[in-house]
């Protein structure tokens, strides 16, 4: 029994690694599109500071959640 929950236990940890690192990335892209929004081509009608600050927190995040992700995987 012991062995099933092992088992379990490091499948679920995968699991939760691989989607930190697709939420971690998608956090990253968010925030480069904030940040670089201009440079794809699309104006953004809000405040440059404001786009800044949620730019850097999505990135910052995204940076939390892939290592996070690294983290679980190691378990």
Known sequence: ??????R????TAFLRSIYDY?????W???????????KFGYDLDLDKT??????????LYGAFRVYRGFKAGKL
Do not use: C
């Open 1 to 6: 029994m012991a062995d099933f929950e092992e």
């Open 8 to 11: 379990q236990r490091k499948r």
């Open 22 to 26: 697709t939420m971690g990335v998608l």
């Open 28 to 38: 990253m892209g968010i925030g480069a599109f904030f940040l670089w929004h201009h």
């Open 50 to 59: 404001l786009i800044t600050i949620f730019g850097i927190a999505s990135l």
